[in-house]
């Protein structure tokens, strides 16, 4: 449930299914803040019950490589969030130490290149936290096995024909 504040943005659910999520901006209250006056995106102004309303994470966190950080966890968000990721060619995303893939359904330069694979290694060497690819888990697994002497597992889990 949204917090009601003027001028807060909003997730409502869409009318066209293909949407799914309005980005919405509320303008007001009414009903002892039972219900939000909110801005559609197509700029008309309505009323929907408060409860309807869910909050949108801050423009800072949008696009964030780690979807754990997000401050609001929930299917708008994390939708939106990947959306933006997707747009910019960026697949890959953690939700915490788990390592998401979207198919690009493109070629996208360089995402395999020897040089981007150097990248992932002088970040493990220096400790610094890298980008989210499928290097930097395979990266985790082998230090973890040289550090702790024992196996490894990595779990890959998609829909058949989704290029695992």
Known sequence: MADGAA???VWLPHPDPACVWADCQVVGTADRGELLRVRLP???E?????STAIPKNPVCEEG???LAALTHLDEPNVLHN???RFAAAQIYTWTGRILMALNPWRAIDGLYSAERLSQYCA???DASCPAPHVFAVA???YRGMLADGRRQCILVSGESGSGK
């Open 7 to 9: 001028g807060s943005s």
């Open 42 to 44: 197509s700029g008309q």
């Open 46 to 50: 309505t009323a929907v019950a408060a």
């Open 64 to 66: 964030g490589d780690d």
């Open 82 to 84: 990947l959306r933006l």
């Open 123 to 125: 970040a493990a060497a």
């Open 139 to 141: 990266d985790q697994a």
